[in-house]
């Protein structure tokens, strides 16, 4: 049976990797999905390929005003919301992010998506489904759990995105909201970000991502269905006792 029947989820960065793996398994699973993104021709490409069950909505998530709106025109179209998905985010703008040589800038653009972004969502999800209840997926991922000394801005972004979760979900159960918070944490996933990453950290990417392989005990990497598989279990009534968790989805490269 379908697991998500009768939900209504918004999914951010749904035009492109994970992003879109996860709005097209929510379709699968019964749910209508309010799809959004920053790059407005992949977004609608996504929708049009599901049908009436998604739409696609232009959002900058680093902009309050466009959560207002987006919230407001979920609602307005279907009732409710039940699921959060805040998914949206980046890699860097190719700036230098070791400890030595990053820039002020480069901290702050990658926080404002990652981390602002992903405040802004959780702010707007709880007033919108706090009389109801709810589910908030946050994308984490492995780099804001260990050192990542050639990616300082983003592990640090993605460790704020862990503990922010970790807060909503006390503050919700503190007023008895009903509204369940949880991070997922990926490894290298083969995506346009995962390639970045691999372009930033090795001069020979192919190189890198055979090393990266190896390094993960199931023996390769990652893919988008993968991580959405994760966010799906996490917004369904099947994980309704799974509150505060961070789920890591990397094919155990954290456990060498």
């Not at 919700?172 to 970000?193: F, K």
Request: overall charge negative; proline content about 4%.
């Amino acid at each position: 049976m379908a697991r998500l029947v009768d939900k209504v989820a918004i999914v951010t960065g749904g035009g492109s990797g994970i992003g879109t793996a996860t709005v097209r398994k929510f379709a699968v699973e019964g749910a209508t999905v309010v799809a959004t993104d920053i790059a407005s021709d992949a977004g609608s490409a996504v929708v049009v390929e599901i049908g009436a069950n998604a739409v696609f909505l232009r959002h900058d998530v680093t902009d309050e005003s466009q959560w207002e709106t987006v919230m407001k025109e979920a609602v307005d179209r279907f009732g409710k919301v039940d699921i959060v998905v805040n998914n949206a985010g980046i890699i860097g703008t190719g700036a230098p992010q070791d400890p030595e040589n990053l820039s002020l800038d480069e901290m702050h653009a990658i926080g404002k998506v990652n981390v602002d972004g992903v405040l802004l969502g959780c702010k707007h999800a709880i007033m919108a489904m706090k009389d109801r209840g709810g589910a908030i997926v946050n994308l984490s991922s492995i780099a804001g759990i260990y050192a990542t000394p050639g990616l300082v801005p983003y592990g640090a972004s993605k460790g704020a995105v862990r503990q922010l979760t970790k807060s909503v979900a006390a503050y919700c159960g503190q007023r008895g909201y009903g509204i369940r918070c949880n991070s997922v944490h990926p490894g290298i996933v083969e995506t346009p970000m995962g390639e970045t990453v691999l372009n930033l950290l090795f001069d020979d990417p192919e190189q890198g991502r055979e090393e990266r392989r190896k390094q993960v005990p199931v023996g390769r990497l990652g893919r988008p269905e993968d991580i959405a598989n994760a966010v799906c279990y996490l917004a369904s009534d099947e994980a309704s006792f799974v509150n505060g968790a961070e789920l890591v989805v990397d094919g155990g490269q954290l456990i060498l």
